[in-house]
C-alpha cells in the first residue's frame, strides 16, 4: 500500500465532490490514517462529509487559518493524537467578492490582505505548525492554479495569491528540505466544485480546457478528480523523495499548449494540366 501507516493531515473537505475529499478517500484505501480540519459553519458539513470515509469517520479538527491561536493548539493536539505527522494537504483558498471577476483595479487593500492570508499566509502558518511533529521527514502538498507566467481572465488577486503560493512554496522547501521535509505545488485544471463555482468565468475555462488539453479534461468528470487524487497521494508517499519546491501540473496538458489546436481545411489536388 502506497500510503502504509502514514498520519495525514488534509484540510479543505467539504463535501464528496471537493478535491481534499478524494485526496482523503484514496489516502485511507492506501494505508493512510486521516485526520481533518474544518471551523466555523462549514464545520458540521464537514463532519457529514467525513462519514462517507469508511466505518471509522476520520476525525475533524478546528483550524480557522486567520485565527493564529489555532495553529499551536493544532500543533498540540496532533503530538497528543499522533506523536508525529507524515504529510499534509493544504488545500484553502479564499478571495472575497471584490477581489474577482474584472475588478482587478480597484479591489481594496483590506480585501487583498484577507485573500493573501487565507490563500497564501496560511501555507506558511500551516507547514511551521507541523514541521516540529515531522520528526522523520515527510511532505506537505498544497493545491495551486497555475499563475507562474500568465494572468487568467476574472481571476484577478486569487492569480496573484497562487502565484505567491507557488514563490511560498520555494521559500519553505528551502527553509525545511534540511529537516528533511518536501514542499510541493499540484496545480489542477479546472474541477467542478462548490469552490470553483464561486469563481467568475469558470464555467468558460471549463468549457475550453478540454478542446486544448492535449490528453482531454472533463471537469465535471470522475477521471479528472481521480487524477489530482493519484498524483497527491504519490506526492505525499515516499515515492518522490528528492522532489521538493516544485509545481507539479495535472491539467490534461493544457499547460503545454499555447492555444487550441487548429485543423486547416485540406487542399484539394489541383487537376492535372491536359497534355497535347
Not at 183 to 199: D, E, S
Request: glycine share 8%; charged share 20%; aromatic share 6%.
Amino acid at each position: 500500500m502506497l500510503l502504509k501507516d502514514k498520519k495525514l493531515l488534509i484540510t479543505g473537505v467539504l463535501t464528496p465532490q471537493s478535491i481534499a475529499y478524494g485526496v482523503a478517500e484514496l489516502a485511507i484505501k492506501e494505508g493512510a490514517e486521516v485526520i481533518l480540519t474544518s471551523f466555523g459553519r462549514p464545520m458540521s458539513l464537514t463532519q457529514r462529509t467525513a462519514k462517507k470515509l469508511g466505518a471509522t469517520p476520520p476525525e475533524v479538527l478546528e483550524l480557522d487559518v486567520t485565527n493564529p491561536e489555532h495553529f499551536p493548539k493544532l500543533t498540540e493536539t496532533l503530538k497528543a493524537k499522533w506523536g508525529r505527522v507524515d504529510g499534509v494537504l493544504h488545500a484553502i483558498a479564499y478571495a472575497p467578492e471584490d477581489a474577482l471577476g474584472g475588478k482587478f483595479l480597484t479591489t481594496p487593500w483590506e480585501s487583498v490582505q484577507q485573500a493573501f492570508r487565507v490563500s497564501t499566509f496560511s501555507l506558511k502558518e500551516l507547514s511551521a505548525a507541523v514541521a516540529p511533529l515531522m520528526t522523520n521527514g515527510g511532505s506537505i502538498v498544497t493545491l495551486d492554479f497555475d499563475n507562474s507566467t500568465q494572468a487568467w481572465p476574472l481571476y484577478d488577486w486569487m492569480g496573484v495569491c497562487k502565484a505567491a503560493l507557488g514563490s511560498t512554496v520555494r521559500y519553505l522547501a528551502r527553509d525545511l528540505g534540511p529537516k528533511g521535509i518536501r514542499v510541493n505545488a499540484l496545480a489542477a485544471g479546472p474541477i467542478a466544485t462548490i469552490a470553483a463555482k464561486g469563481i467568475p468565468g469558470f464555467k468558460h475555462l471549463e468549457n475550453k480546457w478540454g478542446s486544448q488539453a492535449p490528453l482531454g479534461w472533463d471537469a465535471r468528470s470522475d477521471a479528472a478528480s481521480d487524477a489530482v487524487a493519484r498524483t497527491v497521494c504519490v506526492m505525499l508517499s515516499d515515492w518522490m523523495p528528492k522532489t521538493t519546491g516544485e509545481q507539479i501540473r495535472v491539467d490534461g496538458g493544457f499547460h503545454a499548449l499555447g492555444a487550441e489546436p487548429v485543423t486547416l481545411p485540406l487542399v484539394e489536388t489541383p487537376p492535372a494540366a491536359p497534355t497535347t
